[in-house]
Nanobody
Framework: QVQLVESGGGLVQAEGSLRLSCTTSGRTFSGYAMGWFRQAPGKEREFVAAINWSGRNTYYSDRVKGRFTLSRDNAKNTVYLQMNSLKPEDTAVYYC?????????????????????WGQGTQVTVSS
């Protein structure tokens, strides 16, 4: 059984930082891209960032580019989302997910339907 557990969320003031972690168990995530999505109340789930299976390439939404950094540690089955210069509009529940295709070599990581395992989410609240 594959499980993903996110951690690191919380309440932070605008311009502050948080680091989210997502650890998988049940199978190795080596060979699979990992993504982060977020969902604010009353809004659809949106793509935040992804890292390809090798860790060499990262992809970000325009809304977080330059502020967020995604990395992965395959030995620990963990991905990290470093979030800096946070804004109130970053407030949401953040979810990590495993891409469904092993060794995916494409560049489109924004479709949540391409991910087949999801965590329960961690709340991030940014106060103004």
């Amino acid at each position: 059984q594959v499980q993903l557990v996110e951690s690191g969320g919380g309440l932070v003031q605008a311009e502050g930082s948080l680091r989210l972690s997502c650890t998988t168990s049940g199978r190795t995530f080596s060979g699979y891209a990992m993504g982060w999505f977020r969902q604010a109340p009353g809004k659809e789930r949106e793509f935040v960032a992804a890292i390809n299976w090798s860790g060499r390439n990262t992809y970000y939404s325009d809304r977080v580019k330059g502020r967020f950094t995604l990395s992965r540690d395959n030995a620990k089955n963990t991905v990290y989302l470093q979030m800096n210069s946070l804004k109130p509009e970053d407030t949401a529940v953040y979810y990590c997910a495993i891409h469904s295709r092993k060794y995916y070599s494409g560049t489109d990581y924004a479709r949540h339907g391409d991910y087949n395992y999801w965590g329960q989410g961690t709340q991030v609240t940014v106060s103004s």
